[in-house]
DNA sequence: CCTAAACTCTCCCCCAATAGGAGGGTAAAG
DNA sequence: CTTTACCCTCCTATTGGGGGAGAGTTTAGG
């Protein structure tokens, strides 16, 4: 199939699935006489597996390793959840360091009158 | 002063103060002479008061922002608050997005033996 | 059968916020 | 006076795409 219905059946758009087959994440056999990508059913799957693998936050080149993985029917389960756990822990990494900027932008919010008048402790803040 | 003394007062790289007089965060003056970038106290104030803006996450596009509310001395500080009060909103949508991916993939990192066997809940659940 | 719309191709520029480096001019220290 | 340290502009790369131009292809309708 052309690259439109590819996409569609993925999920994803023309302009993703395109970009995945530059960077070899996806790569369609192509039609010599047009240049038109042409995916096959497995083709689909894999993009959907990408797809669903970008929205759990792996970026493309751990998407490439869990492809891989994924294609691998011998692969050892201890590869993939070594990746997830990875994963999980830079998640977590990602929400500390969120918990307290949120932390200190709200003790700073807190003291800040909001209204009218020009003293603002926020300012003062990021003066320091 | 020159921008590697600006740079180092303020703590940011010089490739990072350059690109902040490129796009109008922080203008110096130029000595027209030699085209050499020339920081005042003040710039460097700036700088400094960007930096910290930036470590708590404000984008560029928002330090703009606070960095005109800091010099007009007559701003309503609720501007200001405003402004901080959106970085808190938006700040807990990302840990939001960030806790539910984290639980998601615990639970399927829980469901993985993760030995040499290739049956794989995680490589499933992307699967489908 | 022919035409027009829908689709596809490559190529280039754009976003945020820097980092790295080439090639060339300037300043300060020995 | 030379060496080193610094500064300049311009180009490239990063991540993960989006937008659009200009050209070729396919498909549907009349």
Same mark, same amino acid.
């Given at each position: 199939?052309?690259?439109? !219905?590819?996409?569609? @059946?993925?999920?994803?758009?023309?302009?993703?699935?395109?970009?995945?087959?530059?960077? !070899?994440? /996806?790569?369609?056999? /192509?039609?010599?006489?047009?240049?038109?990508?042409?995916?096959? +059913?497995?083709?689909?799957?894999? *993009?959907?597996?990408?797809?669903?693998?970008?929205?759990?936050?792996?970026?493309? +080149?751990? %998407?490439? +390793? *869990?492809?891989? @993985?994924?294609?691998?029917?011998?692969?050892?389960?201890?590869?993939?959840? !070594?990746?997830?756990?990875? !994963?999980?822990?830079?998640?977590?990494?990602?929400?500390?360091? @969120?918990?307290? *900027?949120?932390?200190?932008?709200?003790? *700073?919010?807190?003291? %800040?009158?909001?209204?009218?008048?020009?003293?603002?402790?926020?300012?003062?803040?990021?003066?320091?």
């Amino acid at each position: 199939m052309k690259i439109g !219905k590819a996409a569609d @059946l993925s999920g994803l758009t023309v302009k993703t699935v395109r970009h995945y087959a530059d960077i !070899k994440i /996806v790569s369609p056999a /192509v039609n010599s006489q047009t240049g038109y990508r042409d995916y096959s +059913e497995a083709d689909v799957a894999k *993009l959907q597996f990408v797809g669903k693998a970008r929205r759990f936050n792996f970026s493309l +080149e751990e %998407c490439r +390793e *869990l492809l891989s @993985l994924y294609e691998d029917q011998a692969r050892p389960s201890r590869e993939v959840k !070594k990746l997830t756990l990875a !994963k999980i822990a830079h998640i977590e990494e990602k929400m500390q360091e @969120l918990a307290s *900027l949120r932390q200190q932008l709200a003790a *700073l919010a807190e003291q %800040c009158s909001g209204d009218d008048r020009p003293n603002c402790p926020i300012i003062e803040e990021l003066s320091n």
